[in-house]
């Protein structure tokens, strides 16, 4: 979270398969980090799923061919 706060409750991060567009979702611990279990190897987008806040920079076509330990997703507070 670009804004130094915490992570928002309860929030999910999103992944989605390119083909077929399929999608699951997995709550986010309160490091940051999450896991996703036997996913096939393939591009896929994900998506933090929060109304709070917006993502930075969309996260789309990443490869899983392994698991993944330095993936950033970076979040910016949604303007009232």
């Not at 393939?42 to 930075?56: G, N």
């Amino acid at each position: 979270v670009n804004d130094g706060g915490p992570l928002p409750t309860g929030l999910t991060v999103r992944i989605f398969a390119n083909i077929p567009r399929d999608s699951v979702a997995v709550p986010v611990r309160t490091d940051g980090s999450f896991e996703f279990v036997g996913l096939p190897t393939a591009h896929y987008d994900l998506a933090p799923e929060t109304r709070l806040y917006r993502v930075s920079k969309p996260v789309t076509n990443v490869l899983v061919d392994r698991d993944i330990r330095d993936l950033t997703i970076t979040l910016e507070a949604v303007k009232k």
